[in-house]
């Protein structure tokens, strides 16, 4: 962000601060509001986001409160450009989108402030937003630009045909993609994602994002996705895609993942479907990084939600250096702890910090965000650096990490 901004703006925008923090939302439903009249800019949005409790227009609020908080001090926002950034190319954003954002924010202001949305106010924070947006459009250019020329790299829309599918639990199945073109693939970073378009008949187009759980091997992706109750993307991967099924995919993309050559123990710590980036990392320190301590955790409801333990348990078997807990929150009856389970309960903080190396490792999360929030918290109260803190969530960020 080496550009700068006018400093009278900069003063206009941090005094719209409070104004922020009591309409903000109602500002951003009115932004989309206006936004999604357009079916071209609605369809390239995750409509899931777009839900009664609001997720998506509550996270993009915290955004701009902290864009217009932090104005002054861009480089702490580098980390949440950066998976703007990455969310935006796996969703296919290109700089012709933005003006039609930028319109609709500034009506919204206009529409919800009503006079305290001076021609001032709203030319500040037209000054604001385009600062901002060439910041995106410029690293999501250098994002495109990589995908391109990597082995196996593809812009936009890829088709790939699903080679298998693999049930691996009562509610995850697996499906192992290959492309119909027959050519390579990007080598993904383990723990970054696809993006996928669904054509689901009686339905707008449909955006997901899902982890690649496997480690890179240049020629399939496997995702490893649950079935979410009334989810309209998942039920209909589960309930019709077979062997041969087409989807179309565009470039692993992600900011989420492990560093290309540890320096430090890992510690992969998962909760439900969380797993699924967590299982490409072991895989790849299994393969790759045989001296590299790694902590496997990963906490279920029972046997038969978990996924995916075989392979886990396969992977550490002859590896010493790979050590696998496994928690069950409310086991079965006929479950027996060492045999399907390691420890009943929830992963607890107390467990967690005197059973890791909190002094050394790095630490990968991925879960609900109430377990998201209570680890990240934990390991942050026990001195643990936030560099050496890392994680994902899936759906948009809420308040409380974005803060």
């Known amino acids: 962000m080496s550009q700068t901004i006018n400093e009278r703006t900069i003063a206009l925008v941090k005094a719209t601060v409070p104004a922020l923090e009591a309409s903000g939302l109602e500002i951003v439903r009115e932004m989309y509001s206006r936004m999604f009249q357009n079916p071209e800019i609605r369809d390239l949005f995750n409509q899931s986001h777009q839900d009664a409790a609001g997720a998506q227009p509550r996270a ?30 796996g969703l296919q954003i290109l700089p012709e989108h933005y003006p039609h954002v930028g319109e609709a924010l500034l009506s919204a202001i206009k529409a919800v402030l009503g006079d305290a949305a001076t021609d001032e106010i709203l030319g500040a924070w037209g000054e604001a937003y385009w600062f901002l947006a060439k910041v995106l459009m410029a690293r999501e250019a250098r994002v495109y630009d990589e995908q391109k020329a ?64 496997n480690a890179a091997n240049g020629e399939t992706y496997r995702i490893s996705v649950k079935r979410e109750p009334h989810g309209l993307a998942s039920g209909w991967l589960h309930d019709h895609a077979k062997p041969g099924t087409i989807l179309k995919v565009s470039p692993p993309a992600g900011e989420f993942f492990l560093a290309e050559l540890p320096q430090r123990p890992v510690v992969l710590l998962s909760g439900g479907v969380g797993l699924t980036p967590m299982v490409a990392m072991l895989e790849t320190v299994a393969e790759r990084h045989p001296g590299v301590a790694a902590h496997y ?9 978990h996924a995916m333990r075989d392979h886990v348990r396969g992977l550490a078997k002859h590896r010493p250096s790979i050590k696998v807990t496994d928690f069950h929150q409310t086991p079965l ?11 009943a309960g929830l992963i607890t903080d107390d467990w967690l910090i005197a059973n890791t190396p909190v002094t050394e490792a790095d630490y990968y999360i991925c879960g609900p965000r109430p377990f998201l929030r209570a680890a990240v918290s934990a390991l942050s109260l026990a001195g643990v650096p936030s560099d050496r803190i890392h994680y994902e969530f899936f759906g948009p960020a809420d308040e409380l990490l974005a803060a």
Request: proline content about 4%; hydrophobic content about 40%; overall charge negative.
């Open 297 to 305: 955790i990963h906490g279920t409801h029972d046997r038969d939600t």
């Open 60 to 89: 993009l609020t915290a955004a701009i409160l902290a864009y217009a908080s932090n104005i002054d001090n861009l480089a702490a926002l580098a980390p949440a450009v950066e998976r703007i950034a990455q969310k935006h190319v």
């Open 333 to 343: 009856a006929d479950e027996q702890a060492g045999r399907d389970y390691d420890l």
């Open 150 to 213: 990597a082995e196996g790299g593809w812009n936009g829309w890829r088709d790939f045909r699903v080679e298998d599918v693999i049930r691996e639990s009562s509610v995850i199945s697996s499906f192992i993609l290959r492309p119909v073109d027959g050519g390579a693939v990007i080598r993904h970073k383990p723990g970054q994602y696809l993006t996928f378009w669904f054509d689901i008949p009686g339905h707008a187009p449909a955006k997901r994002n899902y982890s690649i759980s």
